[in-house]
């Protein structure tokens, strides 16, 4: 059974900084193109940040320059390192596993609360 799991979320100051964590229990890791979402209270669910087989990442204008997506094969694990966090950046962030042959995320994380507030 495939399990993905985020850790790292919590409150935050404004200007401060999380690192988030996923691990994704699917066999061939490295197969998979791995991507975090946020979703804000009212709001759809968006792209953040994702990062592909051959590691080449991608970040929505809004997260750009502040956050880093990274990966580490070795333990099934992809993070998002959040700098300059802004109140706007508050949302349920979760982390989602594609197959890179596929369309559509697989499997999804059940997500971690970032509060950012002053």
């Known amino acids: 059974q495939v399990q993905i799991v985020e850790s790292g979320g919590g409150w935050v100051q404004p200007g401060g900084s999380l690192k988030l964590s996923c691990v994704a229990s699917?066999?061939?890791?490295?197969?998979?193109?791995m991507s975090w979402y946020r979703q804000a209270p009212g709001k759809e669910r968006e792209l953040v940040a994702s990062?592909?087989?051959?590691?080449?990442?991608m970040y929505a204008d809004s997260v750009e320059g502040r956050f880093t997506v990274s990966r580490d094969n070795a333990k099934n694990t992809v993070y998002l390192q959040m700098n300059n966090l802004k109140p706007e950046d508050t949302a349920v962030f979760y982390c989602?596993?594609?197959?890179?042959?596929?369309?559509?995320?697989?499997?999804w994380g059940q997500g971690t609360q970032v509060t950012v507030s002053s």
């Open positions: 989602g596993a594609r197959y890179w042959v596929n369309s559509r995320v697989d499997y």
């Open positions: 699917v066999f061939a890791f490295n197969m998979y193109h």
């Open positions: 990062i592909d087989i051959d590691n080449s990442p």
